[in-house]
């Protein structure tokens, strides 16, 4: 539930966080400079004053802050989403080394990438972005596509998922069975038969998130 209290300690935390005043936050968003002055956050008989949605949007729009950052500010204590990302070539993701025992980049990837604001933004510490610079994994994605991997999130059947085996196989399909013993990936092509893998075998697996197609 959203408080009277919270809503007006956000803006308050967003003018701070601007280095601005409340008034100086109003005149930025192009409002009256006194619409956030604390004497109007309440009227004469005591009655709670909240601020106007399109107030509140002028802010999040003058000081381009994301409506994920918003929430951090009226959940102080929540996560911040994550929008700086490690950005991971397939063809590096096969290698030795290119991430530990769960899956999470091993910190060796040179590039990253800021995620736009239409993407969703993610909590867990150790998602990144693949990039496909092949057609390696047609049909189910094509060259040029990103995809957001999350190895915090439980791969669960119907999602698609990168898992590594043991041996260093690099597996980008889609979950179709998951059992304590075994994962079953569905046949990409019409024919095929699903592959099968022990969960002895596997090292570790994560599930995509996200994909720009």
């Known amino acids: 539930m959203l408080t009277h209290d919270q809503i007006w300690s956000a803006i308050d935390a967003l003018a701070e966080r601007q280095g601005l005043t409340a008034s100086a936050l109003a005149r930025k968003a192009g409002l009256d400079p006194t619409t956030f002055n604390k004497s109007k956050r309440t009227t004469a008989d005591g009655r709670l004053r909240w601020p106007s949605t399109e107030s509140v949007a002028k802010c999040l729009a003058a000081t381009e802050t994301s409506i994920e950052d918003l929430v951090t500010l009226l959940v102080p204590n929540s996560e911040p989403p994550r929008r700086f990302l490690p950005l991971i ?14 899956g999470a980049p091993s910190g060796n990837a040179s590039d990253h990438i800021w995620l736009d604001s239409d993407i969703p933004a993610f909590t867990d510490e150790a998602a990144y972005v ?20 999350s ?12 898992l590594r085996t043991l041996s260093g196989t690099l ?8 059992t304590d013993t075994s994962v079953t990936l569905k046949a990409t092509h019409p024919g095929a038969a699903d592959h099968v893998i022990d969960m002895d075998d596997i090292l570790w697996m994560s599930r995509i998130v996200w994909a720009s197609q």
């Not at 693949?130 to 991997?149: F, H, M």
């Not at 190895?151 to 990168?162: E, L, N, Q, T």
Request: proline share 6%; aromatic share 4%; hydrophobic share 45%.
């Open 89 to 102: 070539d397939l063809a590096q993701a096969g290698t030795d080394g290119a991430f530990d025992e769960n």
């Open 130 to 149: 693949l990039d496909l610079s092949s057609d390696d994994l047609l049909p189910l994605y094509r060259t040029g596509e990103r995809l957001i991997v």
């Open 171 to 178: 597996h980008v399909a889609e979950l179709a069975h998951i």
């Open 151 to 162: 190895p915090a999130s439980v791969p669960r059947a119907g999602d698609k998922i990168i």
